[in-house]
């Protein structure tokens, strides 16, 4: 893996995306979807927050930016926690659900037009990468600590699943890629 932060940030926010997507359009998997949604976020944001936020806040100068997306984070994480103690098929769920994905999305668009881009020009690009491989360490450490009943596989069981699917280049993908690549030849 030698992506940057900010590309492997953008990535966690797209793979929540599709989740908040799956949530609405997949009602009746919605407590295993809010489990894997409270995995990511969680590991996400702990990984920033440990790894990034402080980069972010020395070399871009970023330090109010930085405090604010941890407030948000920790708002997020508050709404998800609310969210989960809802019946999944009632109004509650709905309005919550909504107050929480609109809380994210806001999140990511302000770390999006302000801290990443702020970040990607004060430092280097091996600094960069640097972050991303301490970055995407803490979130696997981080991920470690849930159990997401099958939601993120054992690195033998991605590899046998992408045989199956013919994914190419399969050897050489890491945990994170052969994931990332299973889902991709799942959607089709």
């Known amino acids: 893996m030698a992506e940057d932060a900010v590309t492997l940030i953008l990535k966690d926010h797209r793979t929540m ?15 295993r979807l809010l ?12 990984a920033e927050e440990d790894e990034v936020y402080p980069a972010a806040a020395k070399a871009a100068g970023e330090g109010p930016e930085v405090r604010h997306g ?3 984070h920790q708002e997020a994480e508050e ?8 019946d999944p098929k009632s109004k509650e769920f709905d309005k919550r659900c ?4 609109d809380a994210v999305k806001h999140h990511v668009e302000e770390e999006e037009s ?4 702020g970040l990607r020009e004060a430092v280097s690009q091996k600094r960069a990468q640097e972050l991303g491989r301490a970055f995407w360490e803490r979130r696997a450490r981080e991920l470690e600590r ?3 009943k099958g939601r993120v596989p054992r690195q033998r069981d991605l590899y046998e699943e992408a045989k199956e699917l013919d994914i190419e280049n399969r050897s050489k993908m890491n945990k994170e890629e052969l994931a990332e690549a299973v889902q991709r030849a799942r959607r089709g």
């Open 17 to 31: 995306e599709e989740l908040f997507d799956r949530l609405q359009s997949e009602p009746d998997q919605r407590p």
């Open 35 to 46: 489990e894997e949604i409270e995995a990511i976020l969680t590991a996400h944001s702990r």
């Open 70 to 72: 941890t407030e948000e």
């Open 79 to 86: 709404l998800l926690r609310k969210l989960k103690e809802c």
């Open 98 to 101: 909504k107050e929480f994905v």
């Open 114 to 117: 302000d801290v990443l881009p």
């Open 146 to 148: 849930f159990d997401v």
